[in-house]
């Protein structure tokens, strides 16, 4: 069993930036992939960028020049660095981690963007 904790949301002005962690607790050393979801109120939660064991990413093309994905195995913990941020992406922000067969969700962050 893995837990996820996501931190790193908040109240942000058009154009700034947050940094989010997910920190992965339990058995993480089985995960193969771990990523980070948006879901906008009213809207479906979709896929932004995941990050594999080995460091590959892959990115939602809308954010691919504003938003990073990162990890520390060491540490089990995934990070999504938010730039430029704009209004709409105010949202929750749900880290997600994969292993074989089953996928873990964290309870989610909320990131506010004001004009």
């Known amino acids: 069993q893995v837990q996820l904790v996501e931190s790193g949301g908040g109240l942000v002005q058009a154009g700034g930036s947050l940094r989010l962690s997910c920190a992965a607790s339990?058995?993480?050393?089985?995960?193969?992939?771990m990523a980070w979801y948006y879901e906008a109120a009213g809207e479906e939660r979709e896929l932004i960028a995941y990050?594999?064991?080995?460091?590959?990413?892959r990115y939602k093309d809308s954010v691919q020049d504003r938003f990073t994905i990162s990890s520390d195995n060491a540490r089990s913990t995934a990070y999504l660095q938010l730039n430029s941020l704009k209004p709409e992406d105010t949202g929750v922000y749900y880290c997600?981690?994969?292993?074989?067969?089953?996928?873990?969700w964290g309870p989610g962050t909320q990131v506010t963007v004001s004009a």
């Open positions: 990050i594999t064991r080995s460091g590959e990413t």
């Open positions: 997600a981690a994969v292993s074989p067969g089953t996928t873990y």
């Open positions: 339990g058995n993480a050393g089985i995960l193969t992939m």
